[in-house]
């Protein structure tokens, strides 16, 4: 049975701690463009089938004090990945099971895309839009009758900030799965804080997608709730041992909270192992994004042995046909997500590039982020501008030779950049000694350049990096 079917017909480990099972079909139903609409008014899947996914909130597990650390746990935020809900709900009937001690904190499970969860079309992973690009300023201030995934994306806003209220931090885990066959990673935006929730965990850790995506659901969570989020890619789309390492990465994650220690109930399993055995030898590894194809043309395929993680030659491997024309990369490294799905739309992600980062220079970075000293003199160099809302305009030149990984260094991430190349090796010095003497002879800019000056690069320090958290 695959996990699609799964979902209808396993009731018995969906019941909700206070409420009704999972898949309860209670609610009041109207039917409208061949749809179910439940308690929310939103289409949630077709006229015929009862909902699996009827409410936002799926279940939660809480300790008599649960002012601590709040985990949220959500899963479907594409109506296709069904396996995180289904992992999550497992794990809360175990804990329900066998009420361990020493849990202290909250684990609440939050469903994502209600109506695309509950179509019968199990590829479907949005109706209109994808919901994990929306999270932007421009979208969320749309109402939310704009589109069915508009009133998703509020509704999901609505849940965190509540739970954001209780407790004293709260924690996020975005479950998901892919298309193609990869091992699963954690990716989440670079600051100290999340780094060292996702290093307790045995997976590969991939950075920078927040600078490649607008309006990721983390990004959303880390930057406007101040709290730590992160994403688990736990494997391919409808294979049961998806919702394994959902379920493994679970635990992992109320470890690595401090709400529950993992050793603390019998596991068939150590979590840790489960994880381990996924990844083999990329556990802790560190990869930065570096380049992703955005779908252009509805005429898109990934070339025939291209798979995850495979190494590719910068303008020379083919990486997949888009209009009759091979696509290659403008950067060398590894392929990473690439997209497989059976249906593709303009605009969706066609594939990532992404490259190791060695272990010194992660640890070099989390030393030298932390003086401040660094910040006040890089707000100060020719060629860089202050904001007041904390960012930096950069010389684009300049930017360009101190390249993606040199701002990650010191804990910068990249709001708004282009592809110029600034050379390698002696040209690369050169272009950074033209450029640093073109800022330093131009002079300031008389009350700093425009947001729209394209001959600045846009960066801001990661939010976690510098508030208390």
């Not at 490259?355 to 010194?360: A, F, P, Y």
């Amino acid at each position: 049975m695959d996990i699609y079917n799964s979902a209808r017909v396993g009731a018995g480990i969906f019941a909700s701690k206070d409420g009704p099972s999972v898949m309860s079909t209670g609610q009041n139903q109207t039917e409208q463009r061949g749809h179910t609409k439940v308690d929310s008014g939103i289409d949630s899947g077709p006229e015929s089938t009862p909902a699996r996914w009827p409410k936002r909130e799926l279940g939660r597990f809480e300790s008599e004090d649960p002012d601590g650390t709040t985990l949220v746990v959500i899963g479907g935020v594409h109506g296709n990945e069904p396996a995180g809900l289904i992992a999550a709900m497992r794990v809360l009937d175990t804990l329900r099971a066998q009420e361990p001690a020493g849990f202290d904190g909250r684990l609440v499970v939050l469903a994502g895309n209600l109506p695309a969860l509950n179509l019968d079309d199990k590829e479907a992973r949005y109706i209109d839009f994808d919901l994990n690009r929306m999270f932007t300023d421009e979208q969320i201030a749309k109402p939310a009758s704009t589109s069915v995934e508009h009133g998703q994306m509020q509704a999901i806003l609505a849940a965190l900030r509540d739970q954001r209220t209780h407790g004293d931090r709260m924690i996020v885990m975005d479950l998901h799965t892919t298309s193609s066959d990869a091992p699963p990673v954690v990716v989440f935006e670079d600051s100290l804080p999340a780094r060292l929730f996702a290093r307790q965990m045995p997976m590969p850790l991939y950075l920078g997608f927040e600078e490649e995506l607008d309006g990721l659901l983390i990004d959303r969570v880390t930057n406007e709730l101040g709290s730590i989020a992160v994403v688990i890619e736990g494997g391919q789309h409808f294979d049961p041992q998806s919702i394994v390492v959902h379920e493994a990465a679970i635990w992992a994650g109320l470890h690595a909270a401090g709400i529950l220690r993992v050793d603390a109930l019998p596991h068939d399993r150590r979590p840790g192992d489960i994880l381990r055995e996924a990844v083999g030898d990329q556990a802790y590894k560190v990869f930065d994004i570096r380049y992703r194809k955005p779908i252009e043309h509805e005429d898109f395929a990934i070339c025939p042995g291209i798979e995850a993680g495979m190494r590719i030659k910068q303008a020379v491997t083919p990486i997949a046909i888009e209009d009759g024309q091979p696509i290659t990369s403008p950067v060398r490294g590894r392929v990473f997500l690439p997209n497989m799905q059976a249906r593709k739309r303009i605009g969706d992600d066609g594939f990532f590039i992404v490259r190791h980062i060695g272990e010194g220079w992660i640890e070099f970075s989390a030393r030298v982020r932390r003086q401040e000293w660094i910040h006040w003199l890089i707000a100060r160099m020719p060629g860089v501008y202050a904001m007041d809302d904390g960012s930096l305009f950069v010389d684009a030149d300049l930017a360009a030779v101190l390249k993606r990984q040199v701002f990650h260094l010191f804990g910068y991430r990249l709001v708004r950049h282009d592809q110029r190349d600034g050379g390698h090796g002696a040209m690369r010095v050169w272009h950074g000694i033209s450029a640093f003497c073109r800022a330093l002879f131009r002079g300031p800019i008389k009350g700093g350049p425009k947001y729209d000056d394209l001959r600045f690069w846009i960066v801001r320090r990661h939010r976690l990096d510098h508030v208390d958290h």
